[in-house]
Nanobody, 126 residues
């Protein structure tokens, strides 16, 4: 069974940090672009960041540039999202996903990703 399993979410105060992890199980994710998305209640799913198979190319949403860092460890089949200087507006359910294609796109469009995790909640209080 192919799975993506997120972990690392939680509740923090504004200005704090969290590190999300996404473990791929049942398949090797190293050949795919991987991404992080988030969805707040009543809002559409938003692309946060994406990383190429080798990790050398990354894309970020403008709202998180300079604060979030996406990375991957292909030996561990794991994707990460380091989130610093968190803001209340970052509160959402965070999902990792595998893109249908090896290459990434700056557009971070959810419909181009075909394997999704169950999500991990991030809550930032002011």
């Amino acid at each position: 069974q192919v799975l993506l399993v997120e972990s690392g979410g939680g509740s923090v105060q504004a200005g704090g940090s969290l590190r999300l992890s996404c473990a791929a199980r049942g398949y090797t994710s190293s050949g795919n672009c991987m991404g992080w998305f988030r969805q707040a209640p009543g809002k559409e799913r938003q692309g946060v960041a994406a990383i190429s198979p080798g990790g050398g190319i990354t894309y970020y949403a403008d709202s998180v540039k300079g604060r979030f860092t996406i990375s991957r460890d292909n030996a561990k089949n794991t994707l990460y999202l380091q989130m610093n200087s968190l803001e209340p507006e970052d509160t959402a359910m965070y999902f990792c996903a595998s893109r249908r294609f090896p290459s990434c796109s700056y557009r971070l469009q959810a419909d181009e990703y075909y394997i999704w995790g169950q999500g991990t909640q991030v809550t930032v209080s002011s």
